[in-house]
């Protein structure tokens, strides 16, 4: 499981036109007051086993939807049996768990205009 986290700014274009940018998240923060009230339950966890090849760590990644960024961990399920796992292509699935939804600031006309010089 991720130890330490960093800060994160995302910037993006609607195809519309607007922009929007969010700097400095502190992820940091943000996880401690996830992991307060939440855990993490990982595949060889919910099977009650010891980790085996094939089994994977979560990933911890956003997503930005229209004005807002989501950040969310995102968990490999390899549904391939533990004992065809060595010879077989993965079977595998993905469970996104949302942490939280930060909504984008707006950046103005101005500031668009300048960066385009």
């Not at 910037?11 to 007051?33: P, S, T, Y």
């Not at 990982?42 to 086993?49: I, V």
Request: proline share 5%; glycine share 4%; hydrophobic share 35%.
């Amino acid at each position: 499981m991720l130890q330490i986290y960093y800060p994160m700014s995302v910037r993006w274009e609607l195809k519309d036109g607007r922009q929007f940018i969010l700097e400095n998240i502190d992820v940091a923060a943000i996880m401690r007051e996830y992991f307060k009230t939440h855990r993490l339950e990982l595949q060889h966890q919910r099977e009650g086993r010891a980790v085996f090849e094939g089994d994977s760590d979560p990933s911890l990644v956003h997503e930005v939807r229209d004005d807002v960024v989501i950040i969310k961990w995102l968990i490999r399920t390899n549904n391939t049996p533990l004992t065809l796992r060595r010879t077989s292509p993965p079977q595998t699935t993905y469970e996104e768990y949302p942490v939280i939804e930060l909504k984008g600031h707006r950046r103005c006309a101005l500031l668009r205009r300048r960066s385009h010089r």
